[in-house]
């Protein structure tokens, strides 16, 4: 079996350790070096890098950097750029260093290599990076794995964030998301309802696995626009988007949504209205066949009934039966249905998927 590359052999791969052991460590000064030109990192933490500047004025800095002769007689960063920050910060003269020379592409590797194995770089940093790598130097995908040691499809997941909307690749910079939120969304190809779920990300404080879930769903080819813009808003769970899946002519799904969000129908009743209207009933007949049953009327078009109003409507079930329901649905997020016969409870569960049905198997068995 193959051994797994990992983080540890990228600056190995560029610059052997062999090789920096018998490359004499000398005391440069600090204002004679300059920033390396490639690196892909644009943010430092302030907080960790005062802990640094702290850490070199009570020890010294203990790891050299590495640099490079420039053609004016000066240094260039390859790799350190924080502990250079540091010395700076802390009023260091002079500074340990490393002279090696190194190409422009080495340049840029060394600094990417550094910064990824001390997980530093943003997201979206990482992937610039290695955008340029292929760009600008072409390199493929394979050769950038085996120079930072990942695998080519971490750098290829790595490389999609570039195609993110620019809200939502400043989202990953300020780290107000996660690369596998940016990756979800990338499902969702209009940049209006990309936006619509990145605040709903924000709103809801969404998992990556909730937004997963989200996403997958509004990129079903038979999702009309207006269903995938409630469902990416917020107006609609996953769960009635999925019920309205079953509806294939787009104007009358669009329609059923309008009355989905305009009504404020609940899981159970989104999913009674669909099974009518692709049964051939009409809307507004259908819509009045899920309202009327709750006791109340069918609202008119100004008029939508609340949560508050709904639950002082005489109901056929007990008040019990109907709380019980409404706390499935809200954990499973579908449709459940409670019904008694004598002393048998029966409860349906409605789900339109695979997914969901691994979902609940997950929650059933503890493992989610």
Known sequence: MSRKRGLGSGLDALIPAASLDQTPVRELPVSAIKANRAQPRTAFDETTLAELVASIQT??????????????????????????????????ATIPAIIKNATPQQFLELALVENVQRADLNPLEEAQAYETLRREFGLSDEEIARRVGKSRVAIVNSRRLLRLSPVARQALLDGTISAGHGRALLRIEDATDQQAALALIKERALSVREIEHLCEIAAQPGLAASTRHALCAGQLEPAQALALLQIGDAQLQNAACEAIVTHHLGLTETDRLCKALTGGVDLETALAQVVEPLGGKMPSPGRTISSPERQRLPATR?????????????????PVQIARSGRTIKVTITLYDDEQLQGLYDRLSGNS
């Open 318 to 334: 007990s008040p019990e039966d109907q709380m019980a329901q409404q706390m499935f649905e809200e954990l499973l997020q579908t």
């Open 59 to 92: 020890h010294g800095v203990l790891q050299p950097i590495i640099v490079s002769e420039d053609q004016q007689g000066g240094y260039e960063l390859i790799a350190g750029e924080r502990r250079l920050r540091a010395a700076r910060m802390a009023g260091l």
